[in-house]
T-cell receptor
Framework: QKEVEQNSGPLSVPEGAIASLNCTYSDRGSQSFFWYRQYSGKSPELIMSIYSNGDKEDGRFTAQLNKASQYVSLLIRDSQPSDSATYLC????????????FGDGTTLTVKP | GAVVSQHPSRVICKSGTSVKIECRSLDFQATTMFWYRQFPKQSLMLMATSNEGSKATYEQGVEKDKFLINHASLTLSTLTVTSAHPEDSSFYICSLKRGRNEQFFGPGTRLTVL
């Protein structure tokens, strides 16, 4: 079983809709949670970080963390074609030699 | 602005040659940097953790004698692909960790071995 799991997709939503991306993790000691966006042919860029249960909003992005259920999600409101990318979930915990574990990513396509 | 730079962005080399990729932290003293490899349409694969002033820690299955990592200063880590072969053709990306374990990635180096 992978430590960080994401649906590979592809996830397709129409422009203006809400895109919902989900991620589950296996280690209950996980402390920090991140979402990265990776455009085709480019390197990942950090878009959200969340450390405590609940919601964290930044513009059109909302990260949601539920440690009891071991999942973290990313909502993208008013999706735009420019949001089309692969979204990587990453989880950090101190016992992992200072490394974050990345999921395989979910590919999102926003159709005009 | 950019936090991490990589050089070169693209390199094409002949089989059997060695290629050095530089990763620089532009505004932060990074004691730890990471090196990843990503094949087309595949996920990120962590190759090694680069520690300033000490030996790199390699992930299982990554040949340390083939992928030489040198983290000689707090702003520079280098990855040398020795005796490169076509199967080493990939997208190599470095990152550094700062703040609350957030990672910032370099723009990547696309290696093509003929």
């Amino acid at each position: 079983q992978k430590e960080v799991e994401q649906n590979s997709g592809p996830l397709s939503v129409p422009e203006g809709a809400i895109a919902s991306l989900n991620c589950t993790y296996s280690d209950r000691g996980s402390q920090s949670f991140f979402w990265y966006r990776q455009y085709s042919g480019k390197s990942p860029e950090l878009i959200m970080s969340i450390y405590s249960n609940g919601d964290k909003e930044d513009g059109r992005f909302t990260a949601q963390l539920n440690k009891a259920s071991q999942y973290v999600s990313l909502l993208i409101r008013d999706s735009q074609p420019s949001d089309s990318a692969t979204y990587l979930c990453a989880v950090f915990y101190n016992t992992n030699a200072g490394k974050s574990t990345f999921g395989d990513g979910t590919t999102l396509t926003v159709k005009p | 602005g950019a936090v991490v730079s990589q050089h070169p962005s693209r390199v094409i080399c002949k089989s059997g040659t060695s290629v050095k990729i530089e990763c620089r932290s532009l505004d932060f003293q990074a004691t730890t940097m990471f090196w990843y490899r990503q094949f087309p349409k595949q996920s990120l694969m962590l190759m090694a953790t680069s520690n300033e002033g000490s030996k790199a820690t390699y992930e299982q299955g990554v040949e340390k004698d083939k992928f030489l990592i040198n983290h000689a200063s707090l702003t520079l880590s280098t990855l040398t692909v020795t005796s490169a072969h076509p199967e080493d053709s990939s997208f190599y990306i470095c990152s550094l960790k700062r703040g609350r374990n957030e990672q910032f990635f370099g723009p990547g180096t696309r290696l093509t071995v003929l």
